[in-house]
């Protein structure tokens, strides 16, 4: 009888830590596509734009393109697209070729905040 309950204890805690996981899994919103696309060669965009596996919060959600000083060269906001919550992009004016820094910070509509950065170069 000891080894039945340990054995139903063992699949709740199983159970529990792989619904725990799953959570934790789908609450960050993280990138599934970028265009430009990390490390391509392209010419001068007219915007960067990152497609996430999680809608957005557009308050606290961020996109800025960095040239290989810092400097950030998107003069406009990034936005989040009102009728995909999980797209945003910033439009760009004309960009010289060399490196660029994409950087992004995402909070999920439920409040986890990720984020990140990827580089792509203009021809």
């Known amino acids: 009888m000891n080894s039945s309950f340990a054995i139903r204890?063992?699949?709740?805690?199983?159970?529990?830590?792989?619904?725990?996981?799953?959570?934790?899994?789908?609450?960050?919103?993280?990138?599934?596509?970028?265009?430009?696309?990390?490390?391509?060669?392209?010419?001068?965009?007219?915007?960067?734009?990152?497609?996430?596996?999680?809608?957005?919060?557009?308050?606290?959600?961020?996109l800025v393109v960095l040239d290989a000083s810092g400097k950030q060269v998107n003069t406009a906001q990034s936005a989040v697209d009102a009728n995909n919550k999980k797209h945003m992009s910033v439009a760009l004016g004309g960009l010289a070729p060399g490196a660029y820094q994409v950087k992004w910070s995402a909070v999920a509509a439920d409040g986890h905040r990720t984020q990140g950065h990827y580089n792509f170069k203009v021809k």
Do not use: C, N, W, Y
């Open 9 to 62: 204890g063992f699949r709740g805690a199983l159970a529990a830590s792989t619904l725990f996981t799953a959570q934790f899994a789908f609450a960050h919103a993280m990138p599934k596509q970028e265009s430009p696309a990390p490390d391509s060669a392209v010419v001068s965009p007219a915007e960067v734009s990152i497609d996430f596996g999680e809608a957005l919060e557009p308050s606290f959600s961020t």
